[in-house]
């Protein structure tokens, strides 16, 4: 399988490149993803500003695109949505329409997308048909994927990973929460009621690889571990899997007064479960937290 990655040298992405032969490579700086992944081609693209070149997509059977700005990097403001849409909504559309030029386009498109799609629903259950929410990020995610189903429009078969909390060593969520639980100051966040969607690393590889390869698949699909647990559980099981207490609890006030709207990521709740990913044939390598804990620290 030739492939083209965008967002090839974030965490998700740095994972998936090591499983591909000699994969294209679309980064804002060519030579930086040259030399921090190995065995890749790597051509410029800014995915805001215009379209890649069509030669890039030459031979290539598989895209799967991750590139966006971090959602997690910081305290959003105005300025901070608008690029963290851009970079996804604009940089999706600009794909699609190179993808369409070409007569010898790739069959399919594995396009990311987020659980934040389904916004804060309690304990509801959430499979692919679940409608999605009204906050900012739901509405995101929703104009994310109609941008990447316009593929379909030309006869590319396309997959919307609706991912969960990363777990993975080196990166992703578990990086930053790890520092306060190793000294003893960890503790679930607000009243540790809300579900927390998760997936080990490996697990969103395989999860991307299965799409590319099943031709079955397609539409979103719940890149989420199969059994779902609250934050307060998560908080106790990472604490044990690090042999240090969790009895620090974070204050929901405390987290919107230092984090504002960003808070949500946080605290809304998201029961999600991979019931596409079940129909296809998906084994899980990672299906419960505790062993996705032990593995990673």
């Known amino acids: 399988m030739r492939a083209l990655v965008t967002g090839a040298t974030g965490f998700i992405g740095s994972h998936l490149v090591r499983h591909l032969e000699r994969p294209v490579v679309l980064s804002r700086d060519p030579q930086r993803a040259a030399a921090a992944l190995s065995n890749v081609e790597a051509y410029a693209w800014n995915p805001q500003?215009?379209?890649?070149?069509?030669?890039?997509?030459?031979?290539?059977?598989?895209?799967?695109?991750?590139?966006?700005?971090?959602?997690?990097?910081?305290?959003?403001?105005?300025?901070?949505?608008?690029?963290?849409?851009?970079?996804?909504?604009?940089?999706?559309?600009?794909?699609?329409?190179?993808?369409?030029?070409?007569?010898?386009?790739?069959?399919?498109?594995?396009?990311?997308?987020?659980?934040?799609?389904?916004?804060?629903?309690?304990?509801?259950?959430?499979?692919?048909?679940?409608?999605?929410?009204?906050?900012?990020?739901a509405e995101l995610c929703a104009e994310w994927e109609a941008e990447a189903a316009r593929a379909k429009e030309f006869g590319v078969r396309v997959v919307n990973p609706r991912i969960g909390i990363v777990l993975g060593k080196g990166g992703g969520a578990l990086a930053k929460m790890l520092t306060p639980f190793r000294f003893g100051a960890g503790g679930r966040l607000g009243d540790g009621r809300q579900w927390m969607p998760w997936i080990h690393v490996d697990d969103l590889v395989g999860v991307m690889l299965h799409a590319a390869s099943q031709e079955k698949l397609s539409g979103p699909a719940n890149a989420v571990a199969p059994v779902p647990v609250t934050n307060a559980e998560f908080t106790r099981e990472l604490g044990a899997a690090l042999h240090r207490p969790a009895i620090f609890p974070v204050p929901a006030f405390m987290l919107r007064l230092l984090l504002g709207e960003m808070a949500d990521l946080l605290l809304s709740s998201q029961r999600a479960v991979p019931a596409e990913l079940r129909k296809s044939g998906y084994a899980f390598r990672h299906p419960d937290l505790a062993s996705a804990l032990r593995a990673i620290v």
């Open 49 to 137: 500003a215009s379209p890649p070149e069509e030669r890039v997509f030459q031979g290539v059977d598989a895209v799967f695109h991750l590139a966006g700005d971090p959602i997690a990097a910081g305290r959003w403001n105005d300025a901070r949505k608008k690029s963290m849409r851009e970079s996804r909504v604009l940089g999706t559309r600009h794909l699609v329409e190179t993808m369409a030029r070409r007569k010898d386009r790739p069959r399919v498109l594995v396009s990311a997308s987020a659980v934040g799609y389904y916004g804060d629903r309690g304990e509801e259950i959430l499979e692919e048909t679940s409608k999605p929410g009204s906050d900012y990020l």
